[in-house]
């Protein structure tokens, strides 16, 4: 198994979600394993260019280079110098219009373990497009906030159903060290 993390949309736009599933430091731990273990991270940025986008029916748009676009703080005191963080992300599905699919086979990654924000929308949403495009997953559970304990739930179980497997942020941290 060659892995990859993805970080998805942990910005300060979402930090109330964030603070309220409190997953920033399980993910931050998550991060740390990965680094000691030299597993590729990729963080993405969701911001709205368009502001007529279906999305933008839905929410605020998030204007790239705003506050509400940057990093959690603690997510990027987190951050190493090889990260990447795709930036140009501008629909849920973090695979849509990105370069991730091709940093990802590049890199020979065939699992990709997600974390970050939404449970429901740009996490599931990513998790999907990556089993489409023939990469396992990891949804990793606690490791994923949402507006709602109802959303996260039925993602996880949707997961575990047909896209992949849910461990916990532990679980994961524990399958890098064997």
């Not at 005191?77 to 629909?91: F, L, P």
Request: with cysteine; net charge negative; glycine share 2%.
């Amino acid at each position: 198994m060659k892995v990859a993390l993805l970080v998805i949309d942990m910005q300060n736009r979402f930090q109330a979600v964030l603070n309220d599933a409190q997953i920033i430091p399980r993910v931050v731990k998550v991060m740390q394993a990965c680094h000691d273990k030299s597993i590729p991270i990729f963080l993405t940025q969701h911001h709205d260019p368009e502001p007529d986008s279906i999305i933008c029916k839905f929410w605020k748009p998030i204007d790239r280079e705003s506050d509400d676009w940057k990093l959690i703080s603690e997510i990027e005191n987190a951050v190493r110098e090889k990260d990447v963080i795709i930036a140009e992300k501008i629909r849920y599905n973090a695979f849509y219009q990105t370069r991730l699919n091709e940093y990802l086979l590049d890199g020979k990654v065939d699992t990709v373990a997600i974390v970050g924000c939404e449970t429901n929308l740009c996490c599931e949403s990513t998790a999907r497009a990556a089993n489409d495009n023939n990469f396992s997953v990891l949804f990793l559970k606690d490791g994923n906030a949402s507006s709602t304990k109802e959303f996260h739930d039925a993602t996880v179980k949707s997961m575990e159903y047909g896209f992949g497997k849910a461990p916990t942020c532990q679980e994961f941290i524990k399958m890098l060290r064997t």
